[in-house]
C-alpha cells in the first residue's frame, strides 16, 4: 500500500507523540488533503477518533492523559479570567499575542485563583509550572520563542470549545 507523502511524521505528531498539527505544517496540509483515509486509519487501526478543524487537528481517544488535559483546562481558564480583567479580547490576546513566561507567573501570583494553581499537582508552584509549559509545547499547543517567551497555536480553540461545550451543559442541567 502506498502512503501520502506525509504519513510518518503525521502517525509520529499524533500518535507517538500526542501533539496537534496546525495550519502551516506540511504534515496537517497532508492531513487535511488525505482527510478520510486518515479518519479511517486512526479507526480502524487504533480505535481513535481523528478531529480536524480549520486550523488544528488531533486524535481523541478515552485513554488520554487525563492529567494534562486537566491542567491544561484550568492554566488557560485562569490566564483567560486575568486577561479579560484586564480589558483585553480574550480571542485575539490568545491567538496574536506573545507571553512572556515572567509576565504569566506574576499574573497567577496576583490571581485571585492561586488557591487553584496552588491544589493543583501540575501547577502547584513556579518550577512546575515551568515544566508545564515544556510539556505544551511538546504537544504543539504552545510554540516557544526567544527570552523565556511563547505564543499559542491554534490548538487553544479545542480547549475554548471543551470549556464552551462544558458551560453548555451546565446551563442546560441548571434549566432542567
Known amino acids: 500500500m502506498e502512503y501520502p507523502a506525509e504519513h510518518l511524521k503525521i502517525v509520529n505528531a499524533l500518535l507517538r507523540d500526542?501533539?496537534?498539527?496546525?495550519?502551516?505544517?506540511?504534515a496537517f496540509a497532508c492531513l487535511k488533503e488525505h482527510q478520510a483515509f486518515y479518519q479511517q486509519f486512526f479507526r480502524?487501526?487504533?480505535?481513535?477518533?481523528?478531529?480536524?478543524?480549520a486550523d488544528?487537528?488531533?486524535?481523541?481517544?478515552?485513554?488520554?492523559?487525563?492529567?494534562?488535559?486537566?491542567?491544561?483546562?484550568?492554566?488557560?481558564?485562569i490566564l483567560s479570567y486575568e486577561i479579560d480583567r484586564e480589558g483585553r479580547n480574550l480571542l485575539e490576546t490568545l491567538q496574536f499575542s506573545v507571553f512572556s513566561l515572567e509576565d504569566i507567573e506574576q499574573k497567577f501570583l496576583?490571581?485571585?485563583?492561586?488557591?487553584?494553581?496552588e491544589a493543583t499537582p501540575g501547577l502547584r508552584d513556579a518550577d512546575r509550572r515551568?515544566?508545564?509549559?515544556?510539556?505544551?509545547t511538546r504537544r504543539n499547543l504552545i510554540v516557544k520563542m526567544e527570552n523565556d517567551s511563547f505564543r499559542f497555536t491554534p490548538a487553544f480553540r479545542y480547549f475554548l470549545d471543551y470549556a464552551r461545550t462544558f458551560?453548555?451543559?451546565?446551563?442546560?442541567?441548571e434549566e432542567e
Not at 480502524?44 to 478543524?53: H, N
Open 130 to 136: 515551568s515544566r508545564f509549559i515544556t510539556q505544551i
Open 44 to 53: 480502524a487501526s487504533f480505535q481513535l477518533e481523528l478531529s480536524i478543524e
Open 110 to 117: 496576583l490571581s485571585s485563583f492561586l488557591e487553584i494553581l
Open 18 to 26: 500526542g501533539r496537534f498539527l496546525v495550519e502551516g505544517e506540511t
Open 56 to 77: 488544528y487537528a488531533l486524535l481523541k481517544s478515552s485513554r488520554q492523559n487525563a492529567a494534562l488535559a486537566r491542567d491544561i483546562c484550568i492554566f488557560l481558564a
Open 167 to 173: 458551560n453548555h451543559l451546565l446551563v442546560v442541567q
